[in-house]
């Protein structure tokens, strides 16, 4: 059994097409096709249901899978460490982030490339269902989520932030002279918010019926950048996470206004698979993470916009 069959086949699985997943090996399709082929025949059990097309794996596929992805990750763990031996680490960390954390990434992968300049990062937006996937697949090394989330198995949880929920507005706008506002009086503002699909949005809809309102944006975005890519015209209102101040700021014409209620949302974190031997790579990322003190520069950032009145 060679480290490059299993390669094929995790590649297959996440592919779930021969010819994409021997694009990404980059082989041709009938190499992979091959060498998936020599596996079964090796560990003489069906791995692959076989059609017209690929079918997905069989109960044994299923199992092989698994331990390929586990066997690989151990692999990378060695060289991981073996590169620590040879004068500082190297790799590739593989960092999946929800969309709405994107803006404060940088306040880890900036250090942890500071402290290890032989090392990369290789960051990828992701949904929440799709980091418990690549948690558990070995997929990715750690990721930056929130840490409520209940579908999380079997990982270690290291809390970075709160959200804190402000209001960007008009400076002109109805409330220019507001040093506070009830979310009720930010419902009756034309809106730009995240769509329903996106947890932020879901967790600001819940603030809002706390204070008997309703919001009903006229714009509905699936991205922090799309929202903000409206917010200049001087229009449009939004509720946003502080931690978004970090990367966007406040756009000319606008105003950051404190939020009066449930201002505190979930706390945001890192998390990384609970997994034995640990992953050199991840762990160094914890260890950046420990002392970034990223809760309190998102704070103080606030702070500044706020002045007296967070």
Known sequence: ????????????????????????????????????????????????????????????????LAWAHRILAERDALQQELS??????????????????????????????????RARVALESLSSTDITH?????????????????????????????ERYVLLTPVDGPLAAATRARWSQAAALPL???NPRMRNRRIIDECFAADDATAAPAIESDSVAGLYAHLPAGRWSSVISHAWLHMFGVPEGMRVVALEGPAHGPRVGLVVARSEP?????????????????????????????????
């Open 134 to 162: 690549g948690l558990s697949e070995f997929e990715l090394d750690a990721a930056m989520t929130y840490l409520d989330d209940d579908t999380l198995r079997q990982v270690r949880r290291f809390p970075l932030y709160e």
């Open 84 to 117: 620590m031996l040879g004068g500082g680490l190297s790799g590739t960390l593989r960092l999946g982030v929800v969309p709405t954390a994107l803006p404060a990434a940088s306040l880890l992968t900036t250090p942890f490339c500071e402290r290890h300049p």
């Open 1 to 64: 059994m060679l480290l490059r069959q299993l390669e094929y086949l995790v590649a297959l699985a996440r592919e779930r097409h021969f010819a994409r997943a021997a694009a990404a090996c980059y082989v041709s399709q009938p190499a992979l096709s091959a060498a998936v082929r020599r596996l079964e025949h090796e560990l003489d059990v069906p791995i692959v249901r076989r059609g017209r097309r690929y079918e997905g794996l069989t109960p044994e596929g299923e199992l092989v």
């Open 192 to 194: 730009c918010l995240l």
């Open 278 to 310: 640990r992953a050199v790579l991840a762990e160094a990322l914890l260890k950046v993470a420990r002392e970034a003190g990223v809760r309190d520069a998102l704070d103080a950032l606030l702070r500044t916009y706020l002045g007296d009145h967070g």
